[in-house]
C-alpha cells in the first residue's frame, strides 16, 4: 500500500539544500511506495499552517530536477521557528500530526543543520509516543560545517569554493598597487572556523594569500594581531587576512559584540568584524586597508558552486529516502569519507540524537600555536570538497534557476 | 626598420583589463614592425623608475595568452599617478622620453580609464612637441562605463555580469522566509550609476528584484524612500534595493557623508551608503532589514566574466596596436554599437582630448520620474554587454589565472 511523503527545508540558505531536495523527489518519483509528494512552505511552519504543494508533476520534468539542483536557497522556503518541547506544550506536535493523517503522509524529510535536527529528534520521538506509522528522516545541510556524525555538511563545500575563489580573485585585486596595502576578508561562522579555514584553497604557487587566519576557536589578540601584519607588511607589500566574523577576545567576548542584539534563539547578532580590524589596522598602523565583508553571496552563489557538493547533497537526499524505505526513522542521512586519494565518500545514517544541538569545531591539532593559519591536514580534508564545476545554465546572461511563486 | 613598444596599465582593476594587454601582446607578436615588447610594472610609474619586463618569450605560448585573457585585475600592477602640466613641470616627460629612447621605443600602449587618459592626452602632445617617432594610443578600461565617445567600456559588461548574477542570488536568498525583508545591495559608481543600473538584469519572468534603483544622477530623498519601501512591504513581503554608493540628498551632500552618526548603542555609524539605508530602515520601518557590499569582487570576479566582454576588450587591444601601425598617435582606441540585434560593434579611434576627465552619465530619459528605477530602453543598451560565459580554467578546484612575480 503505497503513502504520501511530505518534505521540507529549513534554517538559512546554502546552495546545496534544494539538490538534497531534487535528490528527495526524484527518489520518491522512483518509489512504488510513495504516491504524491507534498512541500511544506516555509519548513514546518508550512505544515502548522496545512500549507503543502504537490510536488509530482512539475519534477516529472528531468530539467526541473537539474534546474532545481543547481538553483540557491530554499525552493520550498524556510522557517526558523523551534518546536518548543512537547512535554510542557503539546499542540504543535498535535496540529502536525493532524496535518500527516489528512493527508496520509507516510513518511516525512526535513533538511536542515543543527537547530533543523533538533526539530527532526523531537517530532520523531513524539510520533513514536502516539503510535503513528510515520518515518522521520533527517537530511543535514549547513554552509557551517559543524555538525557532528557526517565527514562534512552539504553546502559547506560550494561556500569554501566560492570563498577560496572569490580571496584568490580579491588578491589579484590587492596585488596592483605598490604600496603597503592591507585587506580583511570577513567570512561567517559564529563558533566554527570551517569557512574561514576553507580561505586556505586560495592559496597558489605564486600566491599565499590570505596570509592570516583567525578563527573562533582560538582567542584573538588585538596586540599580537598588529604586531603580526606590521611584521609581514615589512616582509611584502601586502597582507590579506582571512577572519571569521566569531573570533572572540581570551574572556569570550565577541570583537564585534553587538550591544545585546541577539536573535530568535538567543544567538548574539554578528556584524562588522572585518571592520572593527579595519579600524585596528588604520588606527595602529595607517597604512592603506580596506575590509570586505563576502556576507550573503558565500551562501547563495550557485554560480561557482563546487559539482563534488551538489552531487553529494542529492545523493543524500535520495539516501533518506531510502532509508524510509527501510523502515528507519528518527535518523539523519550522512556520508562517510572513505579514502582522501581518489576520494570516496560512502552513506549512510546517523542518530539525530547525536547530531541537534551540537556544534562541531576545527580540531585544536589542524591550527597553528600561534593562532594566524591552519595546518597541512587542514587542506588534505578541504581540498577535494571544493573540485569540479558544476554547469549552470545562463538565459539572458544570467543563471537559470527556478522558483516556487 | 623593426621597433620596440610599451605598454602600461593603470587606474583601478576591472576583470577584462588583461584581456585589452593580451590583445595588445597578441597583435604586437604578429607585427613586423614590433620587435620587443615591453611591459611598465605598475603603469607610468614603472616608465618612470625604469622598471620594464620583456613579456615576448612568455607570451609566444598561446596558452599564457588564453590564461592573462581570463585573469583578474592588472597582470602589470597599476599605479594612480597623475602627471603634472608639462607647461609647469617637465621633469617626469623628460624622464620617460629618455626611457622611451634608451628602449627604442616607438610604440606606446597605455589601458586605463579618464585619468589614464589624461596622461595619454599630455604625453602624446609632449612626445609631438619633442619631435619623438613614438606613436601614443590609449586602450580603454574602466567598470565604470563612464568614458566618452565609446559605446559602452571594457570591463563594465563583466562587473554587470557579475551583479546581475548576485542580486538574482541575493533574491533567492531574500525570498525564503515569510516575514517582512528588506535587502539593501550597494553597489560601485561615484557619480555615475550605470554599474547600479546593470542590477536590473538580475530581473526574471518570477523575480521583479531589484524592486528600487537608487542612482546618484537623480538626488535621494529619504522621507520619499522610506514611504516608497512601506509600501512596497505592503504589497509583497520582500523589497530589494540597488543603491550606488554616490548618491546624495538634493545639496549634493553624500548620503555616505551622514556617517558619524551614533546609533542607539552609543556605536558610531559604520560608512558605507547601504549602511546608512539599513539603518533608515530599521529605524524608521522597523523589519529584517540587511545591507551587503558588493564592494571589490564586483571588479574582480573573473569566474563569471562575460564572454562578450573579455573578447571586445581583447580586440580593442588588437586595435589599439593597428591603429599604432597606421601611425596614428593620441588617440584611443574605441567601440561603437551599430546594432541591437543582432547586438553588433566596430572597432575604431577617438580624439582623446575629447575623453580624458569626463564623466558619462546615465541619460535622463533612462531613469524613471521618481529615481526608483530604469526604463527599458537601459536595459536595451545593457543586456547584449553580459552575453556570454568565459570558459575559465579551474585547477585544485580554483580558477587558474597567471601571475607576474
Not at 510513495?34 to 503543502?52: F, M
Not at 578563527?215 to 601586502?238: G, I, N, S, Y
Request: overall charge negative.
Amino acid at each position: 500500500m503505497s503513502r504520501n511523503c511530505l518534505v521540507a527545508q529549513s534554517g538559512g540558505p546554502t546552495v546545496a539544500i534544494n539538490s538534497s531536495l531534487a535528490g528527495v523527489i526524484s527518489q520518491a518519483l522512483k518509489s512504488e511506495s510513495i504516491d504524491k509528494i507534498y512541500g511544506a512552505r516555509n519548513g514546518i511552519q508550512g505544515v502548522l499552517n496545512d500549507h503543502l504543494v504537490v510536488l509530482n508533476d512539475i519534477f516529472a520534468q528531468e530539467e526541473n530536477i537539474k534546474a532545481l539542483k543547481n538553483t540557491p536557497s530554499m525552493y520550498l522556503g524556510s522557517c526558523r521557528y523551534k518546536l518548543t518541547d512537547y512535554k510542557k506544550d503539546s499542540s504543535d506536535y498535535d496540529k502536525i500530526c493532524e496535518i500527516l493523517k489528512k493527508y496520509d503522509i507516510g513518511y516525512f524529510f526535513y533538511i536542515g543543520g543543527n537547530d533543523s535536527m533538533d526539530t527532526v529528534a523531537k517530532f520523531s520521538v513524539n510520533v513514536e509516543e502516539k503510535g503513528l506509522d510515520v518515518k522521520v528522516v533527517g537530511i543535514p545541510k549547513t554552509i557551517d560545517n559543524d555538525l557532528y556524525c557526517i565527514d562534512h555538511t552539504p553546502g559547506f563545500g560550494s561556500a569554501a569554493k566560492y570563498i577560496a575563489a572569490s580571496v584568490l580573485e580579491m588578491a589579484h585585486d590587492t596585488y596592483i598597487y605598490a604600496i603597503d596595502t592591507v585587506l580583511i576578508v570577513e567570512i561567517m561562522g559564529r563558533n566554527a572556523g570551517w569557512l574561514t579555514a576553507a580561505s586556505s584553497l586560495a592559496r597558489t604557487s605564486y600566491s599565499q594569500a590570505p596570509h592570516l587566519i583567525y578563527l573562533p576557536e582560538k582567542a584573538f589578540d588585538k596586540t599580537a594581531f598588529v604586531a603580526k601584519v606590521q611584521e609581514l607588511l615589512a616582509e611584502k607589500h601586502h597582507v590579506i587576512v582571512a577572519v571569521s566574523e566569531g573570533i572572540k577576545d581570551a574572556d569570550g567576548t565577541y570583537i564585534s559584540a553587538q550591544g545585546g542584539k541577539v536573535d530568535k534563539f538567543g544567538h548574539v547578532m554578528l556584524s562588522g568584524t572585518g571592520k572593527v580590524l579595519e579600524s585596528i589596522v588604520a588606527e595602529e598602523i595607517g597604512c592603506k586597508v580596506r575590509s570586505v565583508e563576502l556576507n550573503v553571496l558565500q551562501r547563495a552563489a550557485s554560480h561557482v558552486a563546487s559539482k563534488t557538493d551538489i552531487e553529494e547533497s542529492f545523493f543524500l537526499g535520495v539516501n533518506g529516502v531510502m532509508l524510509a524505505m527501510k523502515g528507519r526513522s528518527g535518523v539523519m542521512s550522512t556520508l562517510s569519507r572513505v579514502s582522501d586519494e581518489p576520494y570516496a565518500v560512502e552513506y549512510g545514517e546517523a542518530d539525530i540524537e547525536k547530531i541537534a544541538n551540537y556544534e562541531k569545531k576545527i580540531p585544536g591539532e589542524w591550527i597553528n600555536e600561534e593562532g594566524t593559519d591552519v595546518l597541512p591536514a587542514m587542506e588534505k580534508y578541504l581540498r577535494p570538497l571544493i573540485q569540479g564545476e558544476n554547469e549552470i545554465e545562463y538565459q539572458n546572461g544570467i543563471p537559470q534557476y527556478i522558483f516556487l511563486e
